[in-house]
């Protein structure tokens, strides 16, 4: 997977956040579906959906660490 860097800048008529909460700010950013919008420290961050494949290596994290938790009361985690 390749990521690009790109710089770029929005004018919104409000907040991010207050468009996000109506469900409006897609509308106002226009970008296709497949990619997700971030909003971190005051920037827009633009990326791909992970593959179906990262949440499956998740569910198996989740798993292996809820299996260590029920055999010892004492798992740090």
């Known amino acids: 997977m390749s990521f690009v860097v790109?710089?770029?800048q929005w004018v919104l008529p409000e907040s991010p956040y207050a468009l996000w909460i109506r469900g409006e700010l897609d509308e106002h950013l226009?970008?296709?579906e497949r990619l997700r919008?971030?909003?971190i420290g005051g920037e827009?961050?633009?990326a791909p959906?992970?593959?179906v494949v990262h949440a499956a290596i998740l569910s198996d994290l989740h798993e292996?660490?809820?299996r260590a938790e029920s055999r010892?009361?004492?798992f740090p985690w």
């Open 44 to 46: 827009f961050v633009v």
């Open 64 to 66: 292996g660490l809820f």
């Open 49 to 51: 959906y992970p593959p």
């Open 37 to 39: 919008v971030e909003v």
């Open 72 to 74: 010892d009361e004492g």
């Open 6 to 8: 790109a710089t770029g």
């Open 30 to 32: 226009g970008l296709p």
